[in-house]
């Protein structure tokens, strides 16, 4: 079922595995090591043609001192953690109650019901894309955090929900067994039993629905059009001038943008691994 560690594999798997693993995470960054490259180029390098070469000089200071004297970048950046946050909050709030509630209890239709959470996530976003800009329009959203917020809740929730309800039928049955002999409330077995066992989980969670959501591009485009509420990772087009593309500031922009999901990737890193690996090994 699992893959065999390549500690047990053959010398030449070994050799192979050596040798492809440097070569694939080089493939792998070399988008972000070109993107950084002419985030520090200077854009006479651009005009000339000198876009994969060596840069001409070092132009960082210049480039990102711009995006934010020339650009709104930090008010773009206020508002993706204005929907970054919510949504997250939101979803692994709600996943946490929806997984309990079909990990825990057993009724008919538990099963159809689990199905319907799943479901939403293989819809492709292109056929939600006119109904929901429709449904917002008619609900005075459109154009707004809040309508962005309430998006993205409902629809990082389906995946969430799987996440913690497999995550939540894992631990222990016999706990909640025991605290309902001693007359605990469904409640209490919640937040005082479950909960806290669940604390992994929610941070692996919430690391991963803020990448999500604040490097989505397709839906803040779609639902916002004003600068008022557009979050970065749209706002980046305002880097461009009116006549010629100013990649120079746009990957800038993009770095900048960049920072926060990865900070948080770090701050959350141990909480991260434990909740995606508890209960992968028996110990």
Known sequence: MFPTPIQKASPLAQMAYKILLPVALFLWLLPLIG?????????????AGNYFGIPSGFAGFENYSAVFNNSPIGYYILNSFKVTIPTAIGAVALSCLTGFALAVYKFKGNLVLFFMFVAGNFIPFQILMVPVRDMTLRAGLYDTTMGLVLFHVAFQTGFCTLF?????????????????????SEWRIFRYIVLPLMRPAIAALS????????????????????????????GLYSLNGQWVAAWHLVSAGSIVAALPPVAM?????????????LGATKG
């Open 35 to 47: 993107v950084a490259i002419t985030s520090v180029r200077p854009a006479g390098d651009l005009a």
């Open 265 to 277: 990737f770090f701050l959350m890193q141990r909480h991260f691994i434990a909740g995606l690996t």
């Open 164 to 184: 913690m309800r497999n995550f939540i039928k894992g631990l222990p049955f016999a706990l909640i067994e025991s605290a309902r002999v001693e007359g605990v």
């Open 207 to 234: 690391v991963l629905i803020f990448t999500f959501v604040w490097n989505d591009y397709f839906w803040a485009t779609v639902l916002v059009q004003g600068q008022h509420a557009m979050p970065v990772t749209a």
